[in-house]
């Protein structure tokens, strides 16, 4: 094909072998897009085309993915807003007859079907970061952090110290959308029993609150981790020596762990194991 479909939000280029679709950036632009960029469809990740009426005079055009096919929509898990679907295209209702035209074009060259035995859909790049409400998340493409605020995390969580879990440790993520109750970022570890335990309480996740864990930060971030889990091949990680933390930073989270000593939250000896640890990386 090689030709253009433009509509609100996004343009389609359609190619021998894969769509690329490009996002626009404004403010009217979901956010989700914007942090996309661009999406490329290889044709083999695609099982269908469907062409329906939209809202006030529009139609939309969309892809269907084969299950599995694509890092970002596994990790969403059907929690995506219509308007947040990155395979939409709403285009004018005068614009059907050119979108039918492009549909069927499609159509024609899809040949595969059902469950995809891998990713097809390049994940998010790396690194990738995000604030959520207990902590700071980052992800350099062998290992996710998190790094606690003392302002947000539990004591369990604080308990436990800031968090490094190597992509070979994995079996998965847990997305739950920001936009919904008890939204939040767990890491499946492969060692870790089935009682994971609430999010708020569990080293091995981050929750969401109003303004932090945004989907157009935190869904990246999930896919990127999850493919890199899928890959057959993830990066090793590398033994490096601790870096030196900010003393501001060190004295903060004693003083927090201190308050929680005081509090009766943490034992003696919690206290004092904490404290000689984090004084070790001053």
Do not use: N
Request: aromatic residues 8%; charged residues 25%; hydrophobic residues 40%.
């Amino acid at each position: 094909m090689g030709d253009v479909l433009a509509g609100f939000h996004a343009a389609w280029e359609f190619g021998s072998d894969s769509v690329l679709i490009r996002y626009e950036r404004g403010i009217r632009t979901p956010k989700l897009f914007q942090a996309l960029g661009e999406r490329r469809v290889p044709l083999e990740a695609i099982e269908g085309v469907t062409l329906a009426p939209g809202k006030r005079g529009t139609v939309v055009l969309r892809i269907e993915l084969r299950p599995g096919a694509d890092p970002l929509m596994e990790a969403a898990a059907g929690q995506l807003k219509e308007s947040s679907d990155p395979y939409r295209l709403v285009l004018p209702a005068e614009r059907e007859t050119l979108a039918e035209y492009y549909a069927d074009e499609l159509r024609a060259q899809l040949t595969e079907s059902g469950p995809a035995e891998r990713h097809l859909v390049a994940a998010p790049e790396t690194p990738l970061r995000f604030k959520a409400y207990d902590g700071k998340a980052t992800f350099d493409g062998s290992a996710v952090s998190f790094r606690w605020f003392w302002t947000g995390a539990s004591s369990a969580k604080w308990k436990a110290g800031d968090q490094r879990f190597p992509v070979g440790e994995l079996s998965g993520v847990e997305w739950r959308s920001p936009e919904v109750f008890e939204g939040h970022l767990r890491l499946l570890r492969r060692d870790a029993g089935a009682a994971a335990g609430q999010p708020d309480q569990d080293p091995a996740a981050v929750v969401f609150g109003l303004g932090y864990g945004p989907v157009h930060e935190s869904l990246p971030f999930a896919a990127a981790v999850l493919a890199a889990v899928r890959s057959c091949a993830p990066v090793p990680a590398i033994s490096t020596a601790r870096a030196r933390r900010d003393p501001a930073d060190i004295a903060d989270r004693i003083r927090h762990l201190g308050e929680l000593h005081q509090a009766g939250l943490v034992t003696d000896e919690e206290f004092s194991s904490k404290k000689a640890e984090l004084l070790a990386e001053l």
